[in-house]
Nanobody
Framework: QVQVEESGGGLVPAGASLRLSCTAS????????MGWFRRAPGKEREFLAA????????YYGESVRDRFTIARDNGKNTVFLQMNSLKPEDTAIYYC????????????????WGQGTQVTVSS
């Protein structure tokens, strides 16, 4: 049973920074590939970033490439999303996704998701 849990969301003013964390546990002793998505009100789910466990470069969505950074702690199957220069349009529920292959995380086709954490950016 794979468990995925996000933390670190909250209410911040525009221009602030925030760091989200996600930990995956259960199911395997192998490290997971891990990534982040978000869903804003009235919008479709958006891919933000993903990172494998083997040291390959991470993947980023175009809209956040210059402001968000993904990093991981392999020993703990934990991934972080550092978000800088936040804008009101970044307001959304942020979801962590994990799987054994990076491609299914990037595609959003993995069955393993967290419950989400709310990020609200005030203007």
């Amino acid at each position: 049973q794979v468990q995925v849990e996000e933390s670190g969301g909250g209410l911040v003013p525009a221009g602030a920074s925030l760091r989200l964390s996600c930990t995956a546990s259960g199911g395997t002793v192998r490290p997971y590939s891990m990534g982040w998505f978000r869903r804003a009100p009235g919008k479709e789910r958006e891919f933000l970033a993903a990172i494998g466990w083997s040291g390959d470069p991470p993947y980023y969505g175009e809209s956040v490439r210059d402001r968000f950074t993904i990093a991981r702690d392999n020993g703990k199957n934990t991934v972080f999303l550092q978000m800088n220069s936040l804008k009101p349009e970044d307001t959304a529920i942020y979801y962590c996704a994990v799987d054994f292959q990076t491609r299914t995380v990037v595609a959003g086709t993995t069955p393993f998701w967290g419950q989400g954490t709310q990020v609200t950016v005030s203007s």
